[in-house]
Structure formats: structure tokens, C-alpha cells
């Protein structure tokens, strides 16, 4: 249900005004985005957040109001060996508050980002709650793969985004009709259900 992924977004952000949105590419990505700069984009369906790192890596969180989940999505060329549909662990921690091991499915054909791996955080579960928690009261996230650190994100300017992505989900909410439909992101290569 989509009540708890709503809540706790709101619970780890501040208040903040109008929704705003990046300059979209074709498949509702940003068409650039500057290193820890975080952005906004959202179709009729989904909203999702970009932050770059300026290292290579790109980070995507999305939503939608139909799921309990939020997804998460690490691009970086450096993931292009990796079998695509293939589950893999991968390392998060933020700021020194201890490693998560999260187990992502690799996608090797998303967008121009390039390839990257793919992660559900359910927020209605301890475990979740306790990564968003962390998320949200973090300045870095660092992510690695097989104990080697491939890049670090900075947090700073996460918050308010995050609140206008619950605002957008909100507003998704808001407007859904009754009749339900698979929802999708377009990446490059193959949609990936969410």
C-alpha cells in the first residue's frame, strides 16, 4: 500500500513548496545533472530523484504510488561487466554508520547513465525504515561491490528533494483512477517492472 512508502518519505524530509522539475530526456531521466545537485522528474505515473556524483556514478530513486517500495538505481560504467538480470551484492554506507548488504539485480542497458544495478528499500518493513533513516540523516553514501568502494555521493540537498518526490506521489495519489496497470520504467534496453 502506498500510505507507508508516503509516510516515511514525509517523516525524512522537511516541508517544501512547489514540486519542480529538471529538463527531461526522452525516458524522464535528466538530461545532465551536476555533481550533488539533486533533481526532480516524474511522469504520469512515477516520480524519481537523480543525484550524480561527478565520478561516473549516477543514483535514480523512484516511485510509485501503487507500490510499497522504493526503487533504487546505481549507474557507472564500471557495472557494465556484470550480467544483466543477474543478482549481485552491493555495499551501501552512509557517512561510517555501518555496511549494507543489499543483494541489486544488474541491468546492463538502462539509459545514457549506462549500466547500473537495481535495488528495492521497502520503507513499511524495520529494515527499510532503518536504511531511509540513515539515507535521510546522512551528508555521503558510499557504494562498493566486493569490498572495494566504487564511488561516493554526496547527501547534501537530498531532503527537499525528497519531500517534493513525496509531494509528487502525492498528487499521483491523488489523481489515480480506479483502473489498475502494470507500470514500467523505460530504460534503453528493456522495461523493468516496478
Not at 26 to 46: C, D, E, F, K, M
Not at 85 to 103: L, N
Not at 137 to 155: C, E, F, N, Q, T
Request: hydrophobic share 40%; charged share 20%; glycine share 12%.
Amino acid at each position: 500500500m502506498f500510505k507507508p512508502l508516503f509516510a516515511f518519505l514525509l517523516l525524512a524530509t522537511p516541508s517544501v513548496g512547489a514540486v519542480s522539475q529538471s529538463p527531461a530526456s526522452q525516458n524522464g531521466a535528466p538530461q545532465s545533472i551536476p555533481a550533488g545537485q539533486w533533481r526532480l522528474a516524474s511522469s504520469s505515473h512515477n516520480c524519481m530523484v537523480h543525484a550524480a556524483s561527478g565520478k561516473g556514478t549516477v543514483l535514480s530513486i523512484a516511485a510509485s504510488p501503487d507500490e510499497q517500495a522504493l526503487l533504487f538505481i546505481v549507474q557507472n560504467t564500471k557495472l557494465g561487466a556484470l550480467q544483466d538480470g543477474q543478482q549481485y551484492p552491493v555495499e551501501v554506507e552512509f557517512d561510517q554508520m555501518g555496511e549494507w548488504q543489499i543483494d541489486a539485480v544488474a541491468q546492463r542497458e538502462l539509459d545514457q547513465d549506462g549500466p547500473g544495478v537495481i535495488f528495492a528499500v521497502r520503507p513499511g518493513r524495520e529494515d527499510g525504515a532503518n536504511f531511509i533513516k540513515e539515507f535521510a540523516g546522512a551528508s555521503g553514501m558510499h557504494i562498493g561491490r566486493d569490498g572495494v568502494k566504487m564511488d561516493s555521493l554526496p547527501l547534501q540537498g537530498s531532503r527537499p528533494v525528497m519531500a517534493q518526490m513525496a509531494q509528487c506521489l502525492g498528487t499521483l495519489w491523488s489523481n489515480a483512477s480506479g483502473t489498475k496497470e502494470e507500470k514500467t520504467f523505460e530504460g534503453g534496453g528493456k522495461a523493468i517492472k516496478i
